[in-house]
């Protein structure tokens, strides 16, 4: 095999364990938020917090790593660092107005999305760009209804947000399992 196919296999098989880790952690955070919607803000910005500073920083290790000229990395670190620059803001401003909390949660999933909508376009069809697309999509939808309404309950907020941290958990899942076929693939195709 020759070496650019073997970095080619390493960004797939990095790339699907990536999906499958951030996919399980939204699935998993979401159906936490939606069963338990009525802790205090506090604790839901601070565990939203954690959520965007994990994501940040591995959409932008991942960005860095898969480095290649003439590609899309520097919108992908961009997105990781506006995530990584909410979370630290959720995290350590917890105290702020909901109006606030609101917003910065609105105005993140509207940029990271509108960025997911920029990259959906440079990624082949035959590697996910429908899952990019989705992906984008809702959550820009989710991030302008966010917004839209910032004197909405707690539980309200607790509910989009659950709903959103599970269909994105669910295309990152469906994402590592296209890449995860693709990879077995490739290897059967080069021996």
Known sequence: MPADDRSTMDLLRGSRITAYAIGAICLIAGIVLLFWPDRTWTVVARFIGIFFIVIGFGQ??????????????????????INLGVGLAL?????????????????DLVLTGLLALIVSFQVPKEMGRSAFLVQAVVTIVLGVLIMAWPSATLTVISVILAVLLILFGLVLLA??????????VIDTTNP
């Open 60 to 81: 932008a290790v991942e960005a860095i790593t898969t480095h290649r000229q003439g590609s899309y990395w520097g919108l992908l670190l961009l997105r990781g660092v």
């Open 91 to 107: 995290l350590f401003w917890p105290s702020a107005t909901v109006h606030v909390v609101v917003w910065l949660v609105g105005l």
């Open 175 to 184: 994402s590592g399992y296209q890449l995860t076929k693709g990879v077995t």
